[in-house]
Nanobody, 118 residues
Framework: QAQLQESGPGLVKPSQTLSLTCTVS??????????WSWIRQPPGKGLEWMGS???????AYSPSLKSRTSISRDTSKNQFTLQLNSVTPEDTAKYYC??????????WGQGTQVTVSS
């Protein structure tokens, strides 16, 4: 069973770029048919899918975040990365990475809290 671990800063200033990395162990991000996603949960709200990168490197983004979001990967490190530009306090959330097939996530990271504040 693969394990995922998010890493990145816990505090980001408004207008800056948030960058988070998900490191996958015990499995490969190139496993056929798998997609690797970033999901977040703002305080008091539900989960929000932000975007995904597939085993072959194709990306998809939430329409509401597409203009500010980029997901990339480093297959040599078995990692995938989220960049969210021009953050505001509304981007304060717990950020999770997850992986699965056809939206059925079977592996999750523990999540990392990100606060946007000056």
């Amino acid at each position: 069973q693969a394990q995922l671990q998010e890493s990145g800063p816990g505090l980001v200033k408004p207008s800056q770029t948030l960058s988070l990395t998900c490191t996958v162990s015990g499995g490969s991000i190139t496993t056929k048919n798998y997609a690797w996603s970033w999901i977040r949960q703002p305080p008091g709200k539900g989960l929000e899918w932000m975007g995904s990168i597939t085993y072959s490197g194709l990306t998809a983004y939430s329409p509401s975040l597409k203009s500010r979001t980029s997901i990339s990967r480093d297959t040599s490190k078995n990692q995938f990365t989220l960049q969210l530009n021009s953050v505001t306090p509304e981007d304060t959330a717990k950020y999770y990475c997850g992986g699965g097939v056809s939206g059925n996530y079977d592996v999750w990271g523990q999540g990392t809290q990100v606060t946007v504040s000056s």
